[in-house]
């Protein structure tokens, strides 16, 4: 009776595997907060200038973001 347990759990863990699986392979890429123009202009250049580049992006990005943030009222 015990193997019929154990076997019946395996089969459960497989099923379960493969439903996730399935799941998985759906996803093309995950998904990711974009930067502004990243996909626009690919980095070109070594790996110290296209870092360069990221992080100016993500701070024109931030920049940008606080600007058009609502300010609080100080009451």
């Known amino acids: 009776m015990r193997i019929f347990g154990l076997v019946g759990l395996l089969l459960a863990l497989v099923i379960v595997g493969l439903l ?3 799941q998985f ?3 093309a890429a995950p998904v990711l907060p974009t930067v502004q ?3 626009a202009a690919a980095p070109t ?3 110290r200038d296209q870092s360069q580049q990221i992080q100016q992006q ?3 990005s931030l920049d940008s973001a606080v600007q ?3 300010t609080p ?3």
Do not use: E, W, Y
């Open 25 to 27: 392979v759906g996803i």
């Open 68 to 70: 058009q943030r609502p």
């Open 20 to 22: 996730v699986k399935k």
């Open 45 to 47: 250049g070594t790996v």
């Open 58 to 60: 993500i701070k024109q």
């Open 37 to 39: 123009g990243a996909a």
């Open 73 to 75: 009222d100080d009451n």
